[in-house]
């Protein structure tokens, strides 16, 4: 019995999209990706991009089978898009053809892809830097922390990839790389007036949690889309969890160890907003300490401490 071989990004490039390029680009792909093909800043191109991305408004409720997608532009839509991503869709585009009998699937990633990179463009500030195809361009963000080049394309490829089609990827990675660094920590608004005692919780259920904040913090209401699941929650094993307020009162974190490490959730007046990992010795204590808007987070690492340090919005 033959198995088809995993339906890797590679793959997805070279099935897909690799018969597309021009042959110069063919010729050298590496001096395609890097070299300006909008040098003049010709405002004609800007404005092709920003078509294509209209486009991709227009095009997706008959390529997402559904109604509306709600993609008005917003970081939010990208979100909304990126839980949408499904293997049955992948799998219909890559079988369906659109007029030109290219496949559904190129058109959807190459429309896609200018849409998620005019939401960055738009909302943050940031720049095209177009190139040789369209589809390869990369959004220039700059943020407090520092200057980065986004490949959007990428993105796209490996969010529907085999190994991410289920985890819906895109999501993650625009929060990872445009959201959280351009996050304006100042302007959060405050979950509570005033810093209130936050008990420990001993027994680390969901509904426990839940129950918890609802006695504790009314004001939280959800803990919002991407607040990990009752099963991964029970998954991770927590011997407890404490919580710490930051930022005064905009955002609470809640951290406590696991079977192997210490995980640390991020959550502001929308709910869940961030979460990091350190891995440390079973059974090991730790320490969370907070001094101006410095963050430390000290755990045992082979019988050695080893401190985390951060900002109090996290990594």
């Not at 990706?33 to 092709?48: E, F, G, T």
């Not at 969901?206 to 904040?213: C, F, I, S, T």
């Not at 029970?234 to 160890?257: N, V």
Request: hydrophobic share 40%.
């Amino acid at each position: 019995m033959n198995e088809h071989p995993p339906l890797t990004a590679e793959l997805l490039f070279e099935r897909y999209f690799w018969p597309l390029y021009p042959d110069d680009a063919r010729y050298d792909l590496a001096r395609a990706r890097a070299l300006d093909a909008n040098p003049a800043a010709n405002p004609h191109i800007y404005r092709s991009l920003d078509e294509i991305a209209d486009t991709f408004v227009s095009m997706a409720s008959s390529a997402f089978e559904t109604k509306d997608l709600g993609l008005d532009g917003s970081d939010a839509s990208v979100h909304r898009l990126s839980v949408e991503l499904d293997r049955r869709r992948r799998d219909r585009w890559t079988q369906e053809r659109a007029p030109d009998r290219t496949s559904l699937l190129t058109h959807v990633v190459v429309h896609g892809a200018i849409y998620v990179g005019t939401c960055v463009v738009r909302n943050h500030g940031a720049t095209w830097q177009v190139r040789r195809p369209l589809w390869e361009s990369l959004v220039r963000l700059r943020s407090p922390m520092g200057e980065a080049d986004l490949a959007v394309f990428h993105w796209w490829l490996k969010s529907l990839s085999d190994s991410e089609i289920d985890r819906h990827t895109l999501g993650d990675r625009y929060r990872v790389h445009v959201e959280q660094p351009t996050l304006r920590p100042e302007l959060l608004p405050p979950i509570v007036a005033e810093p209130r005692a936050m008990p420990r919780l001993s027994k680390v259920r969901y509904d426990a949690l839940y129950k918890h904040l609802r006695a504790h913090l009314p004001e939280m209401r959800d803990l919002g889309e991407h607040f990990p699941s009752p099963e991964r929650l029970a998954e991770l094993g927590f011997r407890h969890l404490d919580f710490t307020w930051l930022g005064g009162t905009r955002m609470l974190l809640l951290h406590g160890p696991a079977d192997r490490g210490v995980h640390l959730f991020w959550l502001d007046r929308t709910g869940f907003a961030k979460a990091a990992y350190y891995p440390a010795d079973p059974g090991s204590d730790y320490r969370i300490d907070l001094e101006g808007d410095t963050l430390s987070v000290a755990v045992t690492v082979k019988g050695r401490q080893a401190d985390h340090v951060m900002l109090w919005w996290g990594p």
